[in-house]
């Protein structure tokens, strides 16, 4: 049984954005705060390489939208980290540090499904 390279593309495809839907399952799910913790740094980091892909895309296509869209990705993980860590301790900034990071890994997903 052989794969051709576009099999593969879509299997590493699906396997992100399992990987991406159970963090962020996990992440609002969980009680643990160090879980949480965690899982928010990984969805972050996957954000921020679903932009760095689509970026790479972008400048190989020098399509202006896909341009707009990695950077857009990669400023929300951006902020998001950048709120987790100003935010001190506190819950509310926090919840929204991770919901600043699942947008991140939604428009991430989208943008690598559209190009």
């Given at each position: 049984m052989?794969?051709?390279?576009l099999?593969?593309l ?7 954005a399992?990987?991406?839907m ?11 705060p160090?879980a949480?913790?965690?899982l928010?740094?990984v969805?972050v ?6 932009a760095l892909?689509?970026l ?10 896909y ?10 993980c951006?902020g ?8 001190k ?14 947008a ?12």
């Amino acid at each position: 049984m052989y794969f051709s390279i576009l099999d593969l593309l879509v299997l590493v495809y699906a396997a992100v954005a399992a990987l991406a839907m159970t963090a962020v399952g996990l992440m609002f799910g969980l009680k643990n705060p160090k879980a949480k913790k965690v899982l928010f740094y990984v969805s972050v980091a996957l954000g921020a390489g679903l932009a760095l892909f689509g970026l790479r895309v972008a400048f190989d296509s020098m399509v202006a939208f896909y341009i707009g869209a990695a950077v857009i990705g990669a400023l929300l993980c951006v902020g998001a980290i950048l709120v987790e860590r100003l935010g001190k301790k506190k819950s509310a900034m926090f919840t929204v540090a991770r919901v600043m990071s699942t947008a991140a890994l939604a428009f991430g997903l989208f943008n690598t499904f559209l190009w």
